[in-house]
């Protein structure tokens, strides 16, 4: 059994084998988990995208870079460690943590305390953060007692 797929907006055709519809269905999932993981920058939006390998220092990074020159952003893909060659599209950062933008980030040049930490290298942008509320301060939510007390209802005062 054999399909093909256009993938990454249409610039990729894949062709895809099998020999069991099950085979068949496990290479079509593997191919649109990393060449249609994103359709569009996660940053500014553009459908203008294309994949990008490098290999700085002896270690692969494959991403999919956003065209857009006065963006760039990048979407990363990890490596499996016990599969060799698999990919899987990087949505957390070391710490578990959701990656802002879906994944996407931007080249920053130097970590802000001038190192070169790959880490401080692809952040977001900064979150907008929300506009000072009008009027009352907002109140703390109200704290629950440890003992709420007894039941509402009156038959089950003798359970309580």
């Known amino acids: 059994m054999e399909a093909q797929l256009k993938m990454l907006n249409g610039k990729i055709l ?21 060449f249609d993981a994103e359709s569009k920058c ?4 553009g459908t203008d995208l294309k994949l990008s390998h490098r290999q700085p220092k002896g270690f692969d990074y494959f991403e999919i870079e956003c065209c857009n020159q006065e963006c760039r952003a990048r979407f990363q893909f990890g490596q499996l460690k016990d599969e060799k060659g698999a990919l899987f599209p990087k949505r957390r950062d070391a710490d578990g ?6 994944g ?3 080249y920053r040049g130097e970590g802000r305390d001038g190192s070169n930490d790959h880490n401080a290298q692809y952040n977001a942008p900064p979150a907008r953060q929300a506009p000072p509320a ?9 704290r ?11 038959e089950d005062r003798d359970r309580w």
């Open 14 to 34: 894949l062709k895809v084998q099998g020999i069991t519809a099950a085979e068949l269905f496990a290479q079509i999932a593997e191919a649109q988990s990393v």
């Open 104 to 106: 996407w980030t931007i």
């Open 144 to 154: 629950q007692a440890s003992n709420p007390g007894p039941p509402p209802f009156a």
């Open 134 to 142: 009008q009027g009352r301060p907002a109140q703390a939510p109200a």
């Open 42 to 45: 996660g940053m500014c939006g």
């Open 97 to 102: 943590n959701a990656i802002g933008n879906g």
